[in-house]
């Protein structure tokens, strides 16, 4: 008997069914993997001489394309990268380096390889990789959708209660059915920041490990996304629009959005069924960064949401969605993409967010997006913006905004 339990599985098989293991050209192994900074692993064995390997949370395309891989004994690893494969997620990647401690163990010819698969991978959000990395990855082919783009989803309108809030969301939710084109708006009554953190309630309040510096209501703000998002998800719904209740929306949306859905590099993914993301319908950019200069704490901003567009026109696309020298909808949403006062969210990001809210540092919502992209999910931005914010008013978010 094999301390290896694959080889006993291979030997009931054979002695059930009479069919045994045979040699494929087409398979190739390899015997080393990155971690999560980028360094590479050879394999390496147990005292029980089982394999032992380290996967990264974020896997390059050769990860993603395997046939096999062993040993995945870890039940967490397990389910992490069955979601990213299901929901076609491709992930911001570290470069590959080798650690002076393993300089030599780990062979020339490994690193060759590892940097081979980094270069051949793509990511759904370049922008993100050049702000984490400093280096360009191309964007992946866009997805087909499985369905027609429709405003038929639920439209769900934060609001706090009152009566003078009641009758602006009866404003604004005839008008997003009548002429903005929204057929199903419902009033979802946010959670009041400054009522539950005030400093009477926060006494009775578990204290969170994660050190914050927010402000009452945007301690709100994302305990109002969290309770959306679990209601999307019980009611298994597979895509849910949601937006402030101070959302001023583009004279022509409707028209707008079908023209820019009907590319598939801006709308396709988030009509199919399995991958997704978010389509910000809009967003705020305070800085024009300094791109094309690396620096990660500044490198968002509008001159890197431009070349981001300029890029995708002039080159077109392989895939044939969209033609060399037109022009695009949409821009990949990088680190200073900020607001979430009106966005489309797919149901493979649900419970992303969701982990998010409860196990990440605690930021301000609008702060998610830049992490899904970093996580692989698609998040873009269409542009010209179809929603803004309406600014004649104090924000309850933060008082200090108008």
Request: glycine fraction near 6%; include cysteine; charge should be positive.
């Amino acid at each position: 008997m094999s301390v290896h339990s694959d080889t006993e599985i291979g030997r009931c098989v054979y002695k059930s069914a009479g069919i045994g293991c045979k040699d494929s050209g087409s398979f190739h192994q390899y015997y080393s993997s990155v971690d999560k900074k980028g360094s590479i692993h050879p394999r390496t064995l147990d005292k029980n001489a089982q394999m032992v390997a380290r996967f990264s949370p974020y896997p390059n395309n050769r990860v993603m394309d395997y046939a096999i891989i062993h040993p995945l004994k870890d039940s967490k690893e397990i389910n992490r990268l069955n979601h990213q494969v299901r929901h076609k997620l491709r992930p911001s990647l570290s470069i590959p380096f080798v650690e002076k401690n393993m300089l030599k163990i780990v062979k020339d010819v490994t690193y060759k390889q590892e940097l081979k698969a980094f270069e051949n991978s793509c990511v759904n959000n370049p922008s993100i990789q050049l702000n984490l990395q400093g280096r360009y990855l191309p964007e992946c082919p866009a997805i087909n959708p499985d369905t027609e783009p429709h405003l038929d989803m639920p439209a769900f309108v934060l609001s706090m209660s009152g009566e003078k809030n009641e009758k602006h969301f009866d404003a604004l939710s005839k008008h997003m059915k009548e002429e903005v084109g929204f057929k199903n708006v419902f009033r979802f009554l946010g959670v009041n920041g400054n009522e539950k953190y005030s400093p009477e309630n926060k006494k009775f309040l578990k204290q969170d490990d994660r050190v914050h510096h927010l402000k009452n209501g945007e301690l709100g703000y994302r305990d109002s996304m969290e309770e959306v998002l679990m209601l999307a998800m019980k009611l298994k719904l597979p895509r849910i629009a949601v937006f402030d209740d101070d959302v001023y929306f583009h004279c022509n949306f409707k028209e707008k959005f079908y023209e820019a859905m009907k590319e598939q590099r801006c709308g396709g993914y988030s009509w199919s069924n399995k991958s997704g993301g978010v389509v910000l319908l809009g967003s705020t950019h305070w800085v024009n960064g300094k791109y094309p200069v690396f620096n990660e704490q500044h490198y968002g901003g509008w001159y890197i949401a431009d070349a981001d567009m300029a890029n995708a026109t002039k080159a077109g696309r392989k895939d044939g969605t969209l033609q060399k020298g037109e022009k695009t909808h949409c821009f990949n949403a990088n680190a200073k993409s900020f607001g979430s006062h009106a966005v489309i969210y797919h149901e493979s990001v649900y419970s992303d967010i969701l982990r998010w809210l409860r196990e990440e540092k605690i930021e301000p919502f609008d702060w998610v997006f830049r992490w899904l992209g970093r996580e692989g999910h698609i998040t873009r931005t269409i542009y010209p913006f179809l929603a803004i914010q309406y600014l004649d008013h104090e924000s309850s978010v933060d008082n200090q905004r108008t």
